[in-house]
Each structure stands twice: as C-alpha cells, then as structure tokens.
C-alpha cells in the first residue's frame, strides 16, 4: 500500500488469484493478518522514526470519516457525512499526527478505524467498546511513545471542540502532559448571573469576562483564501475552574477594518 500509494485492493493487485491473497491477508482470518493495532505499530514506530524534535511535541487529534457510498457488502457499514453533508454508508476513524516545525512534514502516529454499527461497539461503559476506549487508548499509546522515544520533550495534545470533555481534561493531566482544546460555544464559566425568577444561571464561557486582554493590528490576515487588510485581533485570557482543577482559557477574535467579524464564533 505505502509503495503504491492506494488503499484499493485492485488497483494493486496484478491478476485475481493476487487480489484474493492480499483480501485474506487484509481479512483478520489468517494468524499473521493485519490488524488495527498491529498497523498502528508500525505506523507509530515509523512516524516517530523519522521525526526530529526541539522541546515540544504537539499531537494533533482528530476523528474523519471513510466514506463508501457505493458499498452494500462490506462488514459493519455505518453512517457517515458526504463532503455534501449527505448520510452515506462508511466507516469512522481517530486520527493523530505530529506537524513537524523542523522538516514542516505530517507525520501520521496512529489511525483506527471503527464503526458504531459493530455489534461489539457499546455507547456506554461494559463490555464491548466504546469511542472513549479507542481515543483515550489512542491518546495514552501516542504518548508513551513519544516520551520513550524522546524522554526529555514536552507533549502537547490537541483536540477540536468535539472533544471538550472534563473527562479528557484530566485523562492528559494524569499523563503529565498538556492539551490545547477548542471549547463548545455551550461550555460555561465560573460566573453566575441572575435570571428573572431569581435563580442562579451560569453564563456561558464565550460571554464570561476573563481578567486580561490584548489588542494588535494584523496588516495583512489571510482567511479562507481571503486577504484582510488591517485586521484587529483581541486576545482575551483568564482562568476556569472544573472539578477543582484550574484551567487556562483564551479567547480569539478576529475583526476587519469596518469591525466585522472574519472567525465564526463558536467559542475559544
């Protein structure tokens, strides 16, 4: 597959009786198949074979969906999203890699493929699995490796708004390392106003008034292939404080010269 750059069977296979080899060495029904986790060893132990590291390793997290609109046939079909926001037939994945600041190359550390419509995936905490038993797996697999490989380094996960869960939080925190998310624009603060029956009602994360701020002018900001002059940026920053754990929150925003916004809000 990495030699002919496709993950089609047929387009690598030379006749029938080749394709059927490769399809029972893919299938998990000979003892040396290949294996999610069995490739994301060597996935794992190739991508940090060929990284060079300063100080910090940034881990980028993130789930995308193999689509297989056309198939009837294969084992465990599930729904996904078209790049038309259509429900098509497919598989989910979890993903991590690692863009290096030395060589500015990807590099792919993990990637497991699953599907919700698996018998033995579970929803909830039993047997089975779960989406959690495979991103909490994930996450703790590419840590260890990166500190093994290099023990003096620093890692830092990133993970987009789907994963702004206080469970996670501290999942990295007991690895003793640090994690960059993307809060949901519902996550609430520490501040609490007063609604107009007189009860308590927390103010969301995105409205909270955080204790610094700092202003610049970008004179050249570049979104979606779009070029804004004298752009203002404001870095708003502060503390949130979840379960007695004390979490450092920014928030960006960016605006044009004629002060409308250029990023969607959907939070920090």
């Keep these: ?20 080899r490769n399809l029972n060495l893919l299938s998990g ?26 100080d910090r390793v940034e881990v980028i997290h993130d789930g995308s969906d193999i689509r297989k609109p056309y198939s009837k046939l294969l084992p465990h079909l599930t729904k996904v999203k078209s790049l038309e926001k259509q429900m098509v037939n497919g598989y989910n994945t979890f993903n991590s890699i690692v863009i290096n600041d030395l060589d500015k190359q990807i590099h792919l550390l993990a990637s497991t493929p699953y599907s919700t419509s698996d018998p033995n995936y579970n929803q909830t905490i039993g047997a089975g699995f779960n989406q959690n038993d495979i991103i909490f797996g994930q996450i703790t697999q590419t840590d260890e490796a990166i500190k093994t490989y290099f023990p003096d380094v620093k890692v830092r996960h990133l993970f ?16 003793g390392s640090d994690f ?14 007063v609604d107009q029956k007189g009860k308590l009602q927390a103010v969301k994360l995105i409205n909270s ?8 002018i970008l004179e050249k900001f570049v979104w979606k292939n779009k070029i804004f002059q004298q752009a203002k940026m404001t870095i708003i920053w502060g503390k949130l404080t979840l379960r007695d754990k004390t979490y450092s929150v920014v928030k960006v925003r960016v605006v044009d010269r004629e002060k409308k916004a250029i990023l969607k809000t959907k939070c920090c």
Excluded at 163 to 173: K, P, R
Excluded at 209 to 216: H, M, P
């Design 29 to 54: 029904r000979l003892k040396n198949s290949l294996t999610p986790e069995g490739i994301n060893e060597q996935t794992l132990r190739a991508g940090l074979s060929n990284l060079s590291v300063k």
């Design 209 to 216: 008034s955080l204790e610094q701020t700092q202003e610049r």
């Design 1 to 20: 597959m990495k030699i002919g750059q496709s993950t089609q069977l047929w387009s690598l296979s030379s006749d029938s009786n080749e394709y059927g």
């Design 180 to 193: 960059i998310v993307r809060a949901k624009s519902n996550r609430n603060s520490n501040e609490f106003t």
């Design 160 to 175: 987009d708004r789907g994963h702004d869960d206080q469970n996670l939080f501290e999942f990295v925190d007991d690895l």
